[in-house]
């Protein structure tokens, strides 16, 4: 189903924190629920990691030596020098617990702030949320390319009525049945020209009320910070 990722999807996770015990726990932890995790010990080697790695997310803590969690983010988020990695889904996590410091972290493009101590069936929820809202924003993007396409065919559609009717009115005028039958045949093979036109307009439809539902669903389920 769409917007649901299981949990052991292999999803690249680039975790990036100064405090080793930290990405122990997270390389373990995510590691064994399947998704494939690569870590970080500064600012400076998140940015390079995510150049290199191009990760389907990263978890980072905002106090680091280097380059800050904000900095990285800052970075990631408006830099034209990694413009194509601005959306890449950020976790930030800190000890800092005043909402400001979340404010901030959110306002430069982070999708969830987690302040520590974190339960993990918290962070994990976390992660699975901003996936499956990266995942759907994908499948969105990809809709709203095919929709240019419907665009395309519905002008092919309202011309070839224009097509058909023309032919509705030949017939009507045919001075014999030779001629008559000549006309229909014609509208008749527009007719079937028409038919995978308008069973691809209808499956365009039935998919994106489909994504509807999922996109309302996933923001119905999402729970605030």
Do not use: C
């Not at 189903?1 to 930290?22: A, F, W, Y």
């Not at 000890?95 to 410091?101: I, R, S, T």
């Not at 101590?117 to 996936?131: D, S, T």
């Amino acid at each position: 189903m769409i917007g649901e990722l299981p949990v052991n999807t292999k999803k690249r996770i680039l975790v990036v924190d100064d405090e080793q015990i930290n990405l122990e726990f997270f390389e373990v932890m995510l590691s064994k629920l399947g998704f494939d995790v690569h870590l970080a010990e500064n600012g400076q080697q998140a940015l390079e990691s995510v150049r290199r790695l191009h990760p389907d997310l990263v978890i980072l803590d905002n106090i680091m030596p280097r380059l800050s969690g904000w900095e990285v983010t800052k970075i990631l988020k408006s830099s034209p020098e990694y413009a194509d990695f601005a959306d890449t889904p950020i976790i930030m996590f800190s000890a800092l617990d005043d909402v400001k410091d979340k404010v901030e972290g959110l306002e430069l493009g982070a999708d969830d702030y987690i302040t520590k101590p974190f339960n993990f069936a918290e962070v994990l929820a976390r992660i699975r949320a901003v996936l499956r809202s990266h995942e759907l924003l994908g499948q969105l993007e990809n809709r709203e390319k095919r929709l240019h396409v419907g665009d395309a065919t519905v002008a092919e559609l309202s011309s070839a009525l224009s097509k058909i009717h023309r032919a509705l009115q030949a017939i009507e005028k045919a001075p014999d049945l030779g001629t008559a039958r000549k006309h229909a045949t014609e509208g008749t093979d527009i007719l079937r020209e028409l038919e995978p036109r308008v069973l691809a307009l209808r499956n365009e439809s039935d998919d994106l009320r489909k994504l509807a539902s999922d996109v309302v669903r996933h923001a119905s389920r999402k729970e605030p910070l």
